[in-house]
Structures are given as structure tokens and as C-alpha cells.
């Protein structure tokens, strides 16, 4: 895993936050619509011809998807394990998307529009989910926000396509699932750059890791038991019936023969030793 710099933490959060830029454009657009619905009309629509202020619309979907992919590039390494790389490419899906909805309005190449459309829904959606487990070792608090809000994103997109919209509105049901993708990149950045001195590994171990020390734990004890019953064993094993062994006791010196004759040639060889 690659170190991030805290030059790349800062512009890459910086970057993610800025796509709270959306929800401002869009109130300026459609207060100069007059009478546009949001719970009716959908986002696209301020992005058409008809709308007075298209040319801003479509300028702030271009910027929103270069933000996300600036973002995307610049706190890849801060991401961890497999949803650390399965997020990028989701949330890159979702950057292209949104960027062909801005250079191709729904009113000029719809086809093209609706694909780029769905593609950001889609990804964005996926992408805070797999974000919400990449950003968890470092904190549960910030993984759980982003995958409620990944959840909703992707529930209200499907809600979307099936049509059922009859509660919140087609255009209120669109922005249930649009919304969730520039609330969800802000607070991660924000979180990243606040847990940038925190490190990924070692805050929560993995269920493998989690399980190798179990069993390092359990091979532990057996042996600690095993030496222990060994050396019980050993402790209580009876004497033998001799009793333990001692030195040998010397041997008396036998009393001297005053009556040695060294001339003698029947004194025995002891004696005239």
C-alpha cells in the first residue's frame, strides 16, 4: 500500500468536497426557471435548451465528474483491501457519467445522455458501498454513513428505472439517488483528510489474522500443558526401593600383623607386599 502524502490528502479531500458545488448550480438554475418542480422535473431538464440557465448546468456536470475522478486519483492509496480498488473504478464510472450528461444534454443525443445518466447513478451508488468497506479499518463510524447512504442511492436508482415513483415523484425519486453520491464523497473526504494520520492496517485485525492467532494461541496452551503434565509425571514417579544411591562407604584398613616377618617365604603376598 502506497503512503499518501499529506499534500495529496488535502487536495484530493478538498476535491471530493467541492462536488457540494452541484446543490448549489442547481438552485441557482432553477431559480432562474421559475416554476420548475423538484419533485416533477428531473435534474437533466435545467440542463436543456429550454432552461435559462443550461449553459451553467451542464458546466457544473462537467466539473462535478473531473471532481470525482480528481479525488479518485489523488486518495486511491488511502483506500484499503479489495474494496479499495473495487471503489475507484465504480466512482470513475460515475465521474464519466456525469460527465457525459453535461456535454450531451438530454434534449441533443438522449440516448447518450440516459446511458451517462444511469452509469453515474449506477456507479455512484456501488461506489460509496465499496468505499464504506475500504474506509472502515480506519474508522466504523465513517465506513456505516457512507454505506447507509450507498444503500439508499442504490434502492431509490432502482426504485427509479422500475418506475416506482409515485411517493417521492419522478424527479424527487432521481435526486434520492443522485444526491446521496456528492453527500457521501464530501464526508468521505472530509473523514480521510481528518484520519489521515491514522494508519490503515493494524486498527482491527482481519477474521484470517483473527484466526491464525487463535490457532498460535491453542498450539500455545497444548504445549504449556503437555510440559507441565510431563513434568507432574516426573515428579511423582516412586523411588526405587534401594533408596538413592550414595557414595560407596570406604573399607576399614585391616589392623596391622605385628608378627610379619618379611623373610618369612610363607608370609602370604599381602603381607609382604
Do not use: C, K
Not at 498460535?216 to 497444548?222: G, K, N
Not at 503437555?226 to 533408596?243: F, I, K, N, T, V
Amino acid at each position: 500500500m502506497a503512503s499518501v502524502t499529506p499534500t495529496r490528502y488535502r487536495w484530493g479531500a478538498l476535491a471530493w468536497l467541492l462536488t457540494l458545488q452541484f446543490f448549489v448550480v442547481e438552485t441557482v438554475v432553477q431559480l432562474q426557471a421559475g416554476g420548475y418542480s423538484r419533485a416533477d422535473a428531473l435534474i437533466s431538464e435545467l440542463g436543456a435548451g429550454t432552461s435559462p440557465g443550461h449553459l451553467l448546468m451542464n458546466a457544473s456536470f462537467v466539473v462535478q465528474g473531473l471532481l470525482i475522478a480528481t479525488g479518485n486519483l489523488l486518495l486511491r492509496p488511502a483506500l484499503a483491501g479489495t474494496a479499495g480498488r473495487v471503489a475507484p473504478a465504480l466512482l470513475a464510472a460515475a465521474g464519466i457519467g456525469v460527465l457525459v450528461v453535461g456535454v450531451f444534454p438530454m434534449d441533443g443525443q438522449q440516448a447518450v445522455h440516459e446511458a451517462g445518466a444511469g452509469l453515474y447513478l449506477v456507479g455512484g451508488g456501488l461506489g460509496l458501498i465499496a468505499l464504506a468497506y475500504a474506509v472502515r479499518r480506519r474508522s466504523e463510524a465513517l465506513g456505516t454513513a457512507l454505506a447507509l447512504l450507498g444503500l439508499v442511492g442504490t434502492a431509490m436508482t432502482v426504485f427509479f428505472v422500475a418506475g416506482i415513483t409515485s411517493y417521492l415523484g419522478e424527479g424527487g425519486t432521481e435526486r434520492a439517488a443522485a444526491y446521496v453520491v456528492p453527500i457521501g464523497l464530501a464526508i468521505a473526504g472530509a473523514g480521510l483528510w481528518r484520519l489521515r494520520d491514522r494508519p490503515i492496517s493494524g486498527d482491527r485485525p482481519t477474521r484470517r489474522e483473527l484466526r491464525e492467532q487463535a490457532r498460535t494461541a491453542r498450539a500455545e496452551q497444548a504445549r504449556e500443558r503437555d510440559a507441565a503434565l510431563e513434568a507432574a509425571a516426573r515428579a511423582d514417579r516412586p523411588r526405587s526401593a534401594a533408596g538413592p544411591a550414595g557414595p560407596t562407604p570406604a573399607r576399614p584398613a585391616e589392623p596391622a600383623d605385628d608378627d610379619f616377618d618379611p623373610d618369612d617365604p610363607w608370609a602370604s603376598t599381602d603381607r609382604r607386599g
